[in-house]
């Protein structure tokens, strides 16, 4: 009899054990029968957890009197104890949706295009300051200015006060110019005579001689040429010091109708 009540009680704690621990089954699903994919299941005892696959199915193993949770993002998380029986058929859990508040509308200030009357409707801290500083603003404009302004008693368009108001900008440019060209005359030093053949010299090897060549000046003949151009525009003082091979060509193309015009007037047509 004793040997047939342990057998019994083996069976039984063995059947028993084997519902009490295992894998569950289950779908999640919202309050309206949509599957939910991608909700997060845990066991909070193992801290196993899984997600749901694209049908909205899981499967997790627990031990009964485990918690399991469900999650997911704008749902109301659900916990649910695993009793024995969810060993056996599968598990269907309903989520329901979290509750948005709408926020409250207030009605704000619609303006209306006048500024006068915008601006008494606005509260805002500087109201005051703006009211203070239009008031200020109108009693300066009403006041009698401080300083004396400018009168209009003499007008530039009147014959009689045309040179007291205006300036004889060309006279006055023309005096100025006279005046440079008087202190760049006097300012240039005489050269010696030894200095004065350095520059013939120096002007013969960089001159280009044949525009003079064409007009009949031989090389004999240039000599003569810059010495008559040397005394009428005083090429060596000027040029001496401040070499510019241009101007000084310009000078002799000019002192070179000169010279022929009064040297052999016949021989020379000029334009």
Partial sequence: MFRWSVFFFLVYSCFFSQKRKGYVI????????????????????????TYTNEDGIFIIQASARDELRFAREGFDRTELVIDPQYFSQPLRVILFRQEQLIPELVMGFVPTGKLKRDVEKLDTP?????????????VYMKSQPKVVLPSMKYSGFRTNNIRINYVDVIGLAKGVKMLINKVSK????????????????KVKVLIDKKYFANIG????????????????????????YDFDIKKIHQYLRISAKEYLRESKPSLFDME
Avoid: H
């Fill in 26 to 49: 289950g779908s999640v699903a919202s309050e309206y029968g949509g599957r939910l994919p991608g909700t997060l299941v845990v066991n909070s005892r193992t801290e196993k957890k």
């Fill in 126 to 138: 500087y109201q005051k300051k703006v009211a203070a500083i239009n008031k200020d603003l109108n």
């Fill in 186 to 201: 006097t300012s240039k030093e005489p050269i010696s005579p030894v200095e004065r053949e350095k520059f013939y010299d």
């Fill in 217 to 240: 000046f031989k090389d004999y003949d240039f000599d003569a040429l810059l010495s008559f151009a040397d005394k009428r525009y005083a090429l060596a003082e000027n040029y001496y």
